[in-house]
């Protein structure tokens, strides 16, 4: 029998096979040996050990499209990043990693800023700005208001979609109206620090439509460096790709060299700086870490 995992908790992984329901299982012994985890999503072979009470072993993870360590998912045609515009006020540095993070495993990317009633059209206008050439469509809404989510269902529809995003911007309230039946538990903004309480402690699989899942994730703060060499590193700032060409040199990083059509770009508005910032950390980031 085959399913798909919806949900894991404490070694145990729940599996929905069409047509017949949900099954409490466990993974064989093998999985640990071969050092393979179910993730959810994952689309596994079954065996029933309980038809009563529904309950059964996990025999086989098939071959995986895609997975994500962090939220651990796998076969994911999509992903909204979300970010608030306002409370916390966006760290466009993390979500540049949410990006990459995404862009390495060939995920393509909704950006998602909600909150967007705490927000002017100015600071709209400016994130809209930044992001323009980021490759990613970009949606202002408020989950709260319920401003925008016909667009963001319209966006969902027949795919499976993971999100993903800091704490306390709202993801839960946001898949909250997207569906019925599960109300994802949401947490309050500390005033003190303005950053989200962990809410979402397991990921889960959560249908909101014919043919159309989402996954909800626990949010973070902060992600390490990647996994790549720093020259990789502009190919994942597609607002590049006009301008490396113009570069005086071969292998240009666009950071120190004379001569640079991406830095002769931003001088002319023509690449947010903010990108270009943030590229500039991360390369550093990437140039110094260590090799072993």
Same mark, same amino acid.
Do not use: W
């Given at each position: 029998?085959?399913?798909?995992? &919806?949900?894991?908790?404490?070694?145990?992984?729940?599996?929905?096979?069409?047509?017949?329901?949900?099954?409490?299982?466990?993974?064989?012994?093998? =999985?640990?040996?071969?050092?393979?985890?179910?993730?959810?999503?994952d689309l596994v072979n079954l065996s029933i050990l309980d038809e009563e009470n529904k309950k059964g072993n996990i025999?086989?993870?098939?071959?995986?499209?895609?997975?994500?360590?962090?939220?651990?998912?796998?076969?994911?045609?999509?992903?909204?990043?979300?970010?608030?515009?306002?409370?916390?006020?966006?760290?466009?540095?993390l979500l540049d990693r949410f990006l990459i993070m995404m862009e390495q495993?060939? &995920?393509?990317? &909704?950006?998602?800023?909600?909150?967007?009633?705490?927000?002017?059209?100015?600071?709209?206008?400016?994130?809209?700005?930044?992001?323009?050439?980021?490759? %990613?469509?970009?949606?202002?809404?408020?989950?709260?208001?319920? %401003?925008?989510?016909?667009?963001?269902?319209?966006?969902?529809?027949?795919?499976?979609?993971?999100?993903?995003?800091?704490?306390?911007?709202?993801?839960?309230?946001?898949?909250?109206?997207?569906?019925?039946?599960?109300?994802?538990?949401?947490?309050?903004?500390?005033?003190?620090?303005?950053?989200?309480?962990?809410?979402?402690?397991?990921?889960? =699989?959560?249908?909101?439509?014919?043919?159309?899942? &989402?996954?909800?994730?626990?949010? =973070?703060?902060?992600?390490?460096?990647?996994?790549?060499?720093?020259?990789?590193?502009?190919?994942? @700032?597609?607002?590049?790709?006009? @301008?490396?060409? %113009?570069?005086? =040199?071969?292998?240009?990083?666009?950071?120190?060299?004379?001569?640079?059509?991406?830095?002769?770009?931003?001088?002319?508005?023509?690449?947010?700086?903010?990108?270009?910032?943030? @590229?500039?950390?991360? @390369?550093?980031?990437?140039?110094?870490?260590?090799?072993?």
């Amino acid at each position: 029998m085959q399913g798909k995992i &919806i949900r894991g908790i404490a070694g145990f992984y729940y599996v929905h096979v069409p047509a017949q329901g949900i099954y409490e299982c466990k993974a064989k012994g093998i =999985f640990r040996k071969n050092k393979l985890k179910p993730l959810v999503g994952d689309l596994v072979n079954l065996s029933i050990l309980d038809e009563e009470n529904k309950k059964g072993n996990i025999d086989e993870v098939l071959e995986r499209e895609n997975e994500l360590i962090r939220p651990a998912v796998a076969n994911i045609d999509q992903a909204l990043v979300i970010f608030a515009v306002k409370k916390p006020e966006p760290n466009l540095n993390l979500l540049d990693r949410f990006l990459i993070m995404m862009e390495q495993k060939e &995920i393509p990317c &909704i950006l998602v800023f909600n909150k967007s009633d705490l927000a002017t059209e100015e600071e709209k206008q400016k994130l809209q700005e930044i992001y323009s050439g980021s490759g %990613c469509e970009i949606l202002f809404i408020s989950a709260k208001q319920e %401003c925008g989510m016909e667009e963001v269902k319209a966006l969902l529809q027949g795919k499976t979609s993971t999100v993903a995003g800091p704490s306390g911007v709202g993801k839960s309230s946001l898949i909250n109206k997207l569906q019925s039946g599960i109300s994802m538990e949401t947490g309050s903004i500390s005033e003190k620090i303005e950053r989200g309480k962990h809410t979402t402690r397991h990921t889960e =699989f959560i249908p909101i439509g014919d043919d159309t899942f &989402i996954m909800d994730t626990p949010g =973070f703060s902060s992600l390490a460096v990647f996994d790549m060499e720093k020259e990789e590193l502009e190919q994942f @700032y597609p607002e590049f790709d006009e @301008y490396r060409d %113009c570069c005086r =040199f071969n292998g240009c990083s666009h950071t120190h060299e004379p001569g640079c059509g991406v830095k002769e770009a931003i001088e002319e508005r023509k690449i947010s700086r903010e990108r270009y910032e943030n @590229y500039k950390l991360i @390369y550093e980031e990437l140039k110094n870490k260590k090799k072993y």
